[in-house]
Nanobody, 122 residues
Framework: QVQLVESGGGLVQAGGSLRLSCVAS??????LAWFRQAPGKERMFVSA??????RTSYGDSVKGRFTISRVINTVYLQMNSLKPEDTAIYYC???????????????????WGQGTQVTVSS
């Protein structure tokens, strides 16, 4: 069993930065990812990193602005040049390292955190 706890959300002006953190307890060999869900919209892939940090992936809308990294069981999402459309609840997700599904597939993740709100004002 893996438990995920996110932190770091908040209110920021457009153009600003935030860093989200997610601590995964229970296993050290999990791929970890960030998804986000805006009001009235589906939960969308943001970024992911493999269990050993060797592979990363980004959604098109955040490429060049967001950076994912990890230190053992803590994954970080550095978000720069934030835009109002980045406003959403950000969820941390985890799956076993043996998964062969693409990082972007929401249903491939077995564990989810409670989410942290990010609000970007214009």
């Amino acid at each position: 069993q893996v438990q995920l706890v996110e932190s770091g959300g908040g209110l920021v002006q457009a153009g600003g930065s935030l860093r989200l953190s997610c601590v995964a307890s229970g296993r050290t060999d999990s791929d970890l990812a960030w998804f986000r869900q805006a009001p009235g919209k589906e939960r969308m892939f943001v970024s992911a990193i493999s269990w050993n940090g060797g592979r990363t992936s980004y959604g098109d809308s955040v490429k060049g602005r967001f950076t994912i990294s990890r230190v053992i069981n803590t994954v970080y999402l550095q978000m720069n040049s934030l835009k109002p459309e980045d406003t959403a609840i950000y969820y941390c997700a985890g799956r076993g390292a043996t998964s062969v599904r693409p990082f972007t597939i929401r249903f491939g993740y077995d564990y989810w955190g409670q989410g942290t709100q990010v609000t970007v004002s214009s």
